[in-house]
């Protein structure tokens, strides 16, 4: 699509065909052929940046060989919408997949465990780097979609189909990447992982949590401050 409209910017073209592409994604009284002089660039605050960052280098150097580099703040203009924690998530999860390419590299993933909410578009975007990358990715809801007995996972791809997998997690040891949507609570995360633990282990009660020592304040010091 950003293409299609990138040539009409360029080239021209049928102004009855652009008006019918993009009937449902349009303003009241929006006029291609006085509207693209100037173009501004937002995005769903939840949209994968890889995407974002292809869309608006490519209208980027489109309004450049038009209008000419000097000329460009004058007809383009982006505005980064996309909110910080979605946007952390995104470059925790490209940093934690980027030892793929070394079968030898250690921080190498045998696979991905993606929680969060089966309508969220944050964690879908999460999901698809994990695919992208071809990396086995799980993306659950809660705990209650992994049978510990079965060794079974229930769990939904990037574009929406939901699937079962069976012995899904293999024998010997294997290295597990993590991680969530922005509004995933703690609990849900911990308790998935309480049930791959328990797959391994039948026996395994949780992890113990850690013994915390609070110091008493020095004489003089006040709480309030």
């Known amino acids: 699509?950003?293409?299609?409209?990138?040539?009409?910017i360029m080239q021209g073209g049928s102004k009855d065909e652009f008006m019918a592409k993009?009937?449902?994604?349009?303003?009241?009284?929006?006029?291609?052929?006085?509207?693209?002089?100037?173009?501004?660039?937002?995005?769903?605050?939840?949209m994968l940046k890889g995407e974002t960052e292809a869309i608006g280098k490519l209208l980027e150097s489109t309004m450049?060989?038009?209008?000419?580099?000097?000329?460009?703040?004058?007809?383009?203009?982006?505005?980064?919408?996309?909110c910080d924690a979605t946007q952390e998530r995104q470059d925790a999860v490209y940093d934690m997949t980027g030892h793929q390419d070394d079968p030898e590299d250690e921080q190498r993933l045998d696979m991905m465990i993606v929680v969060g909410g089966f309508n969220s578009s944050n964690t879908s975007h999460l999901q698809e780097i994990g695919e992208m990358k071809?990396?086995?990715?799980?993306?659950?809801d809660s705990?209650?979609?992994?049978?510990?007995?079965?060794?079974?996972?229930t769990h939904k791809l990037a574009h929406g189909e939901l699937v079962e997998t069976p012995c899904w997690l293999p024998d010997g040891p294997i290295t597990i990447g993590v991680t969530s949507g922005a509004s995933t609570p703690d609990r849900a995360i911990e308790d998935v992982l309480d049930r791959v633990f328990k797959i391994r282990d039948p026996s395994f009660t949780g992890i113990a949590p850690?013994?915390?020592?609070?110091?008493?304040a020095a004489h003089g010091d006040?709480?309030?401050?």
């Open 210 to 216: 850690k013994a915390v020592t609070m110091a008493k």
């Open 143 to 153: 705990g209650a979609r992994i049978d510990v007995e079965k060794n079974t996972i």
């Open 64 to 82: 450049m060989k038009k209008y000419g580099p000097s000329n460009l703040n004058e007809h383009f203009m982006i505005m980064d919408t996309i």
């Open 1 to 8: 699509e950003t293409q299609y409209v990138c040539d009409y």
């Open 222 to 225: 006040h709480e309030d401050e």
């Open 22 to 46: 993009f009937r449902n994604a349009m303003s009241d009284g929006f006029d291609p052929e006085k509207d693209l002089i100037r173009v501004g660039m937002a995005n769903q605050t939840t």
């Open 134 to 140: 071809n990396i086995p990715s799980f993306w659950v």
